[in-house]
């Protein structure tokens, strides 16, 4: 059996909101997906997730969004 997947995304939304993208290692099929978790943090969860490559798109609602932000992953 798979383990739980964890990805937070820490962020601060005075400077840009930004949203987040799970997909699977081809990078064309989406997986999960936080647009609206919080306002300084996106959050997905996998659960039964096997140790597989995934691809994690970061992107900025606007094209004028240049923000830092942390990317924690946890899991398989």
Not at 1 to 27: P, R
């Amino acid at each position: 059996a798979g383990q739980t997947l964890s990805i937070d995304l820490d962020y601060f939304h005075f400077d840009g909101n930004l949203e987040m993208e799970l997909y699977e290692g081809d990078g064309q099929t989406l997986i999960d997906f936080s647009f609206t978790a919080g306002p300084d943090f996106e959050s997905v969860e996998l659960e039964s997730a096997e140790p597989a490559r995934y691809c994690i798109r970061v992107f900025g609602v606007s094209r004028f969004v240049q923000n830092a932000y942390t990317l924690s992953v946890d899991g398989p």
